[in-house]
C-alpha cells in the first residue's frame, strides 16, 4: 500500500502528454525520490509504436499490462502513478485496469465522474492504492468530497488543487475564468485545505510551482505535496522532439497563451480552456481552418466515438495528432503533414534558467529529472536562477 507520505521528497511530476512523460522520466522521478507519472492518453496507440507491434492498438488491457510491466521491471517495489483524463477514450475501462494490474497511484483529471470513487471501492480489497482527483477550486473540493461520501465509502486520498497557471489543460472553461482572481491558488487554497483536512484527504498545490521557495511557501500554508509538469518538460529525460526542445530554451513570457472556445479561438475539443505556444504551427494552422478533418489519434472519443475536433470549425481543434507529433513519437508521423502544437505551464519561460545551470567548475549541470526533484525539494540551496548563465 502506497501513500504520498511515502514519498522520500514529496514532488509529483505532473503528467503530460501526449508521449511528453514516458517512461524513461516516470523513472527517473520516482528513483529520485518523488513520484512520476506515466501519461494514459493514446497509450495503445504509443505503445503500439513503441514495440512496433500494431496489435496494441485499441487493446487498453494488453496496453496496460505492457506499461506496468516495463515500469515495474525498471523501478521494481518503487512506486509510480498513472493519470487518466475523465474525458479521454476508455477513462473508466483504464481506471479498472489500474486496479487489476496494481498500479500504486492514481490521479483522475479533467472532469468528475462518480462511478470512479465506486471503481476504487470496489477495487482488489489487498490493493489500496493511492487514488487522487485533480479539482479548480472549493466548489469542486465541495462536490467531491460530499459525492464520494454519499455514495460509497471511499474519499480519495489527496485532491490536486491546480491553479491557472498549469500547462495543458486548465480546469476552466474560459479565459476569464482562468483570469479571475477567486480562482488564483491564493484565492482558493485555504478554504480547500479546511474541507479536506477536516475529511481527512490531502491536498496537493500545482500550477505554477517553481521552485524550492515556492514549495516553503505553499508548506507553510499547509500543502501536503506539491505537483509539476513544466520545470520537468525541458529535462533530457522528458520526451520531447528535438526541435521542440530547442523551442524551450528560448520562450518567452508572452510566448504562452490561453486559447478556448469563447475568446483565444480554437480552443480544446474537451471545452477546458488550454495553454498553448503561441506560435505552435498546429495552432496557427487551425486558426486558418487549415488542418483537414482527421482523427489518427482517438484520444478524447466520447462513448459514441464522437469528438467535437470532428467537425471544422473556429470554436475547436483537433489536439491528439500535433501534441503527439511534438512529443519523441513525432517520428511516426514523416511524410504525413501534422505540424507541432506544444504546451507549458505560465512559467515554462523560465526553464532556460534550469537548462544553463553550472557547477562550481564552471561546467554546465545536465538537466536531469533528478535535479529538478532536488530543486524542488531543497536539496540544492542555490536557485538555477542564482546560478544561471547570463
Given at each position: 500500500?502506497?501513500?504520498?507520505?511515502?514519498?522520500?521528497?514529496?514532488v509529483?511530476?505532473g503528467?503530460?502528454g501526449?508521449?511528453?512523460?514516458?517512461?524513461?522520466?516516470?523513472?527517473?522521478?520516482?528513483?529520485?525520490?518523488?513520484?512520476?507519472?506515466?501519461?494514459?492518453?493514446?497509450?495503445?496507440?504509443?505503445?503500439?509504436?513503441?514495440?512496433?507491434?500494431?496489435?496494441?492498438?485499441?487493446?487498453?488491457e494488453?496496453?496496460?499490462?505492457?506499461?506496468?510491466?516495463?515500469?515495474?521491471?525498471?523501478?521494481?517495489?518503487?512506486?509510480?502513478?498513472?493519470?487518466i483524463?475523465?474525458?479521454?477514450?476508455?477513462?473508466?475501462?483504464?481506471?479498472?485496469?489500474?486496479?487489476?494490474?496494481?498500479?500504486?497511484?492514481?490521479?483522475?483529471?479533467?472532469?468528475?465522474?462518480?462511478?470512479?470513487?465506486?471503481?476504487?471501492?470496489?477495487?482488489?480489497?489487498?490493493?489500496?492504492l493511492?487514488?487522487?482527483?485533480?479539482?479548480?477550486?472549493?466548489?469542486?473540493?465541495q462536490?467531491?468530497?460530499?459525492?464520494?461520501?454519499?455514495?460509497?465509502?471511499?474519499v480519495?486520498?489527496?485532491?490536486?488543487?491546480?491553479?491557472?497557471?498549469?500547462?495543458?489543460?486548465?480546469?476552466?472553461?474560459t479565459?476569464?475564468?482562468?483570469?479571475?482572481?477567486?480562482?488564483?491558488?491564493?484565492?482558493?487554497?485555504?478554504?480547500?485545505?479546511?474541507?479536506?483536512?477536516?475529511?481527512g484527504?490531502?491536498?496537493?498545490?500545482a500550477?505554477?510551482i517553481?521552485?524550492?521557495?515556492?514549495?516553503?511557501?505553499?508548506?507553510e500554508?499547509?500543502a501536503?505535496?506539491?505537483?509539476?509538469?513544466?520545470?520537468?518538460?525541458?529535462?533530457?529525460?522528458?520526451?520531447?522532439?528535438?526541435?521542440?526542445?530547442e523551442?524551450?530554451?528560448?520562450?518567452?513570457?508572452?510566448?504562452?497563451i490561453?486559447?478556448?472556445?469563447?475568446?483565444?479561438?480554437?480552443?480544446?475539443?474537451?471545452?477546458?480552456?488550454?495553454?498553448?505556444?503561441?506560435?505552435?504551427?498546429?495552432?496557427?494552422?487551425?486558426?486558418?481552418?487549415?488542418?483537414?478533418?482527421?482523427?489518427?489519434?482517438?484520444?478524447?472519443?466520447?462513448?459514441?466515438?464522437?469528438?467535437?475536433?470532428?467537425?471544422?470549425?473556429?470554436?475547436?481543434?483537433?489536439?491528439?495528432?500535433?501534441?503527439?507529433?511534438?512529443?519523441?513519437?513525432?517520428?511516426?508521423?514523416?511524410?504525413?503533414?501534422?505540424?507541432?502544437?506544444?504546451?507549458?505551464?505560465?512559467?515554462?519561460?523560465?526553464?532556460?534558467e534550469?537548462?544553463?545551470?553550472?557547477?562550481?567548475?564552471?561546467?554546465?549541470?545536465?538537466?536531469?529529472?533528478?535535479?529538478?526533484?532536488?530543486?524542488?525539494?531543497?536539496?540544492?540551496?542555490?536557485?538555477?536562477?542564482?546560478?544561471?548563465?547570463?
Amino acid at each position: 500500500m502506497f501513500r504520498l507520505t511515502d514519498l522520500k521528497y514529496p514532488v509529483i511530476q505532473g503528467s503530460m502528454g501526449i508521449g511528453f512523460s514516458w517512461f524513461d522520466l516516470v523513472v527517473a522521478v520516482s528513483k529520485a525520490g518523488g513520484l512520476g507519472t506515466l501519461t494514459t492518453v493514446c497509450i495503445d496507440r504509443l505503445v503500439a509504436w513503441e514495440t512496433g507491434d500494431k496489435s496494441y492498438k485499441n487493446n487498453w488491457e494488453k496496453s496496460i499490462e505492457y506499461a506496468v510491466d516495463k515500469l515495474r521491471g525498471m523501478l521494481g517495489d518503487i512506486p509510480f502513478g498513472f493519470n487518466i483524463m475523465e474525458k479521454q477514450t476508455k477513462s473508466s475501462e483504464i481506471i479498472e485496469l489500474a486496479f487489476k494490474y496494481k498500479v500504486p497511484s492514481i490521479t483522475v483529471g479533467a472532469g468528475f465522474n462518480r462511478r470512479h470513487f465506486k471503481l476504487a471501492e470496489q477495487g482488489d480489497p489487498n490493493h489500496d492504492l493511492n487514488f487522487m482527483y485533480m479539482i479548480n477550486g472549493i466548489k469542486a473540493a465541495q462536490i467531491t468530497i460530499l459525492a464520494s461520501k454519499r455514495k460509497n465509502n471511499r474519499v480519495p486520498d489527496a485532491l490536486i488543487l491546480e491553479g491557472p497557471k498549469a500547462g495543458g489543460h486548465n480546469g476552466f472553461r474560459t479565459i476569464r475564468e482562468v483570469n479571475a482572481g477567486e480562482n488564483s491558488l491564493e484565492g482558493c487554497f485555504e478554504p480547500c485545505r479546511k474541507i479536506l483536512h477536516e475529511s481527512g484527504v490531502g491536498i496537493v498545490i500545482a500550477g505554477g510551482i517553481w521552485g524550492p521557495e515556492d514549495w516553503k511557501y505553499w508548506k507553510e500554508k499547509g500543502a501536503d505535496c506539491l505537483q509539476a509538469g513544466t520545470a520537468f518538460l525541458g529535462s533530457q529525460e522528458a520526451n520531447l522532439d528535438p526541435e521542440v526542445r530547442e523551442r524551450l530554451y528560448t520562450l518567452k513570457e508572452e510566448d504562452i497563451i490561453t486559447s478556448d472556445a469563447e475568446i483565444m479561438q480554437p480552443g480544446s475539443p474537451t471545452k477546458f480552456a488550454f495553454k498553448v505556444f503561441s506560435d505552435s504551427p498546429g495552432y496557427l494552422r487551425a486558426q486558418k481552418l487549415e488542418r483537414p478533418v482527421k482523427c489518427s489519434m482517438s484520444g478524447i472519443l466520447k462513448s459514441d466515438n464522437s469528438c467535437a475536433a470532428h467537425k471544422l470549425d473556429k470554436s475547436n481543434f483537433c489536439i491528439c495528432p500535433p501534441l503527439t507529433r511534438s512529443s519523441g513519437f513525432g517520428e511516426k508521423f514523416q511524410g504525413d503533414t501534422e505540424q507541432f502544437l506544444m504546451t507549458c505551464g505560465s512559467n515554462g519561460y523560465k526553464i532556460r534558467e534550469l537548462a544553463t545551470v553550472l557547477n562550481d567548475d564552471g561546467q554546465s549541470v545536465p538537466y536531469e529529472a533528478k535535479r529538478v526533484v532536488d530543486w524542488f525539494s531543497g536539496v540544492h540551496n542555490k536557485s538555477p536562477e542564482a546560478e544561471a548563465v547570463n
